[in-house]
Structure formats: structure tokens, C-alpha cells
């Protein structure tokens, strides 16, 4: 559950009349939410025994087993949980309490022509819970993404080296409009800090988290989580050699596209000598083969072995 729950990225909802980032993982007859407001976090997990004594309490008249229910809760809850669904008519009524430290959503819809109440009671989130599940992964997308503007930086330089070439060999441009300066990284950091960042008017308490940094920030948590199962998995020395030598090749290949490219000519780069051509081993070491009788000899006194009978249930 922790891990399908840290996949999933935080969305921006509006429960209740409060904006709220939510994360919230359903199963079969389980499901774990997450809620924040930027000043603390909610959560709440519930299993199918807990889940059968609540719509109990709940609903005094329902009998139905958690499996027969359970699939209408979900369908319910989701747009509730999730900015995908942008629906105005919701199949449930929704309210936000709050009493404490804890946070309350109530739902009420119809099943089976019947009302059907429920609660998503969440109380507060542990610290290590909050690092794990939104501290960690978004200090990770900001350094992917100040990777992705270095980048970019490169790129641009080598354009501007290209138009130096063309301009030199007497190519000239037929519109005035689309000449530009040479890039200068430095002047444009300062200038974005010092113009463009004050007028996008970006406050602490933003919860802007839109589809772009939502699919970035499902890359590099299925990226880490991909890493610790492969680790996990491979826990003898041999497999701990093996992971370090594909280290750089799973580094490159959590970034996204974008950044992909760039990583790959920076390790061709760094395999590469001096003077461009790839470094070759001094040493070569070679293997004789065995003759070709001798394999056949071999063959043959295996093929004349007798085998042992099968110790099985019958004799």
C-alpha cells in the first residue's frame, strides 16, 4: 500500500469548500488518503474489517458484505480525491469538518435506492509519513528540473555557436525580426529573479500542482521506488556489483525525455579520450578453447553415465 500510495502524485482539490492537496489510494477492499492544507497533513487507512464495522455504524440498515459495497464507495470518493474528474454534478453530497487535529470528510449518496453515508475520519500525519511522501519527492523534482534548465543553458550555446558558423560563412538573415542575442546564462538567471519571478506572483501557500509537475513528480517516484525493489531483490554481492555498474544507465533512464538526451552524450563524452576516439583496453587477455575431441570425448563418457532412478511416491 506504502508504495502504490507514493506513485501516485498529490492533485489539487476543493472539498467542502476548501482547497486541499489529496492523494488517495483505493484496492480492493482497502484504501488509504492523504490530505494537506500546506500547514498540516491528514491521513487515514482503513482495511475491509474496518471498513464493514464503519458503514455498520453508518448505516444501520446495511447488511451487504465490504465487497458488495466497496466498488460504489470508490466510485464516490474518487472525484472527491482527484483533479481528473472535473464533473460539476457529483453523485455524492460532500462536507469538510474539522474538529482538533482531525479533518472529516462525510459523503452521502444513493445505493440501491437507499442512502449510503460514510466518513474519511483522518487524523494527523506522522513527520516521517510528510518527508516520504512530500517532502522527499519534491525536493527531488526541484533538482530534476534545475538540471533539465542547465540543460537547456547547453543547448542554447551550442545554437548560438551554430549561428556564429553560419554568420561567418556569409549567411545572412532575410527577416530583421528573428535576430537575437547570444544566450548569457548568468544575465538571464539574474533577470528572472529579478523581474519575471516577482510578477508570476507565486505565494507560499500555492497549491498549484498541475498536470506537468504531476507526471514529473510520478517519474521520479517511480523511479526511487524502482531502484530500493531492484535492490531489495538483488541482495547477494554479485548482484551489488551489477547494480553499481547500471547505476549511471537507471540515473539517465528516470529523468524525462527532455534530459535523457543530454545525460547520454555527457556519459559517451566521459567514455571517450582526448582525442574523441573511445578507450580501448592496453591489456587483452584471451581464453583457449577446448579441442574438439576433447569435447567429444567428454560428451560421449556423459552420454554413457547410467541414470539413477527417480525416488518418487511409488517404488
Known amino acids: ?158 545554437k548560438d555557436a551554430e549561428i556564429q558558423d553560419y554568420q561567418e560563412n556569409g549567411a545572412v538573415l532575410s527577416r530583421a525580426r528573428l535576430q537575437t542575442e547570444p544566450f548569457d546564462v548568468h544575465q538571464y538567471r539574474e533577470n528572472f529573479f529579478t523581474q519575471i519571478v516577482p510578477q508570476m506572483g507565486v505565494t507560499l501557500d500555492s497549491l498549484g500542482f498541475d498536470s506537468e509537475l504531476q507526471a514529473l513528480y510520478m517519474a521520479v517516484s517511480s523511479g526511487k521506488t524502482g531502484q530500493k525493489r531492484k535492490r531489495s531483490l538483488d541482495s547477494s554481492p554479485a548482484a551489488e556489483d551489477n547494480h553499481d555498474a547500471e547505476h549511471d544507465h537507471l540515473q539517465i533512464t528516470d529523468f524525462p525525455t527532455g534530459v535523457t538526451s543530454s545525460l547520454a552524450s555527457q556519459k559517451q563524452n566521459n567514455v571517450k579520450g582526448s582525442s574523441g576516439r573511445p578507450l580501448v583496453a592496453d591489456n587483452k587477455q584471451t581464453v583457449p578453447l577446448p579441442s574438439t575431441a576433447a569435447a567429444g570425448s567428454e560428451e560421449r563418457s556423459t552420454s554413457r553415465t547410467k541414470k539413477k532412478k527417480a525416488m518418487g511416491l511409488f517404488r
Open 1 to 158: 500500500m506504502e508504495a502504490a500510495l507514493f506513485a501516485l502524485p498529490w492533485a489539487p482539490v476543493n472539498i467542502g469548500g476548501s482547497d486541499l492537496l489529496a492523494k488517495a489510494w483505493f484496492g480492493d477492499t482497502q484504501y488509504r488518503v492523504l490530505l494537506s492544507d500546506l500547514d498540516t497533513v491528514w491521513e487515514e487507512e482503513m482495511n475491509a474489517d474496518d471498513i464493514q464495522s464503519r458503514a455498520q455504524d453508518l448505516n444501520k440498515r446495511l447488511r451487504a458484505p465490504t465487497q458488495a459495497f466497496f466498488s460504489h464507495l470508490c466510485s464516490v470518493a474518487r472525484p472527491s480525491f482527484s483533479s481528473q474528474y472535473d464533473d460539476p454534478i457529483s453523485a455524492a453530497q460532500v462536507a469538510l469538518e474539522r474538529h482538533g487535529d482531525s479533518l472529516t470528510v462525510k459523503l452521502k449518496s444513493e445505493l440501491a435506492g437507499l442512502p449510503f453515508y460514510w466518513e474519511f475520519r483522518c487524523t494527523t500525519t506522522p513527520v516521517a509519513v510528510v518527508c516520504r511522501q512530500l517532502v522527499r519527492p519534491l525536493l527531488a523534482v526541484s533538482r530534476v528540473l534545475q538540471r533539465q534548465v542547465e540543460d537547456l543553458a547547453a543547448l542554447l550555446a551550442r
